[in-house]
């Protein structure tokens, strides 16, 4: 009777799935507790294949019942940046550089506003934001992109970034 149960749920979820069509073979998705690109899309199950190639088969009615997230559902994406620098650096230097990386990079869109801007003042840090528009396509190279381009121009400026001490006491 249990089994029966779950498999008329995983039966409605996947004509719920098919009929109202929230994603589509192609796209990448996060639900149900896992996330991928969705390879099919049946009555029982939809398979998606994660970033790491692994094949994960989610029953449709879990599916169904959660909330979806379609990465790929616009042709554009927004990246967002935490950066911290050492709390006596000074801030519009820091805007500056970190400007200047994105407004560089190749696949940030232009014609969309690049925000950067510095955020609060930690015990340890200060702390600056950046978002920016990229196309779906690019998100993730921009991502490591920029992480890596900010920590050259920093070091090449000599913007320290701070790094949480911890002191040992010697006991006799």
Same mark, same amino acid.
């Given at each position: 009777?249990?089994?029966?149960?779950?498999?008329?749920?995983?039966?409605?979820?996947?004509?719920?799935?098919?009929?109202?069509?929230?994603?589509?073979?192609?796209?990448?998705?996060?639900?149900?507790?896992?996330?991928?690109?969705?390879?099919? *899309?049946?009555?029982?199950?939809?398979? %998606?294949?994660? #970033?790491? $190639?692994?094949?994960?088969? /989610?029953?449709?009615? &879990?599916?169904?019942?959660?909330?979806?997230?379609?990465?790929?559902?616009?042709?554009?994406?927004?990246?967002?940046?935490?950066?911290?620098?050492?709390?006596?650096?000074? *801030?519009?230097?820091?805007?500056?550089? %970190?400007?200047? #990386?994105? $407004?560089?990079?190749?696949? /940030?869109?232009?014609? &969309?506003?690049?925000?950067?801007?510095?955020?609060?003042?930690?015990?340890?840090?200060?702390?600056?934001?950046?978002?920016?528009?990229?196309?779906?396509?690019?998100?993730?190279?921009?991502?490591?992109?920029?992480?890596?381009?900010?920590?050259?121009?920093?070091?090449?400026?000599?913007?320290?970034?701070?790094?949480?001490?911890?002191?040992?006491?010697?006991?006799?």
């Amino acid at each position: 009777g249990l089994a029966l149960k779950g498999s008329l749920s995983d039966v409605a979820g996947g004509i719920q799935i098919l009929v109202s069509k929230p994603f589509k073979k192609g796209d990448f998705i996060i639900a149900a507790g896992t996330e991928g690109a969705v390879q099919k *899309i049946s009555f029982l199950y939809t398979i %998606l294949n994660s #970033v790491d $190639n692994k094949k994960i088969i /989610v029953p449709n009615g &879990k599916l169904s019942s959660s909330i979806v997230t379609t990465v790929t559902a616009n042709p554009q994406r927004r990246a967002d940046f935490l950066f911290f620098t050492d709390k006596k650096c000074n *801030i519009d230097k820091v805007r500056e550089v %970190l400007f200047d #990386v994105v $407004n560089n990079h190749p696949s /940030v869109l232009k014609d &969309k506003d690049i925000f950067v801007k510095f955020a609060k003042e930690t015990p340890i840090a200060s702390e600056f934001i950046v978002r920016v528009w990229t196309l779906k396509e690019n998100f993730r190279d921009l991502n490591a992109d920029i992480q890596e381009e900010v920590k050259k121009r920093f070091d090449k400026e000599g913007i320290r970034i701070p790094y949480q001490s911890y002191e040992i006491k010697k006991y006799l």
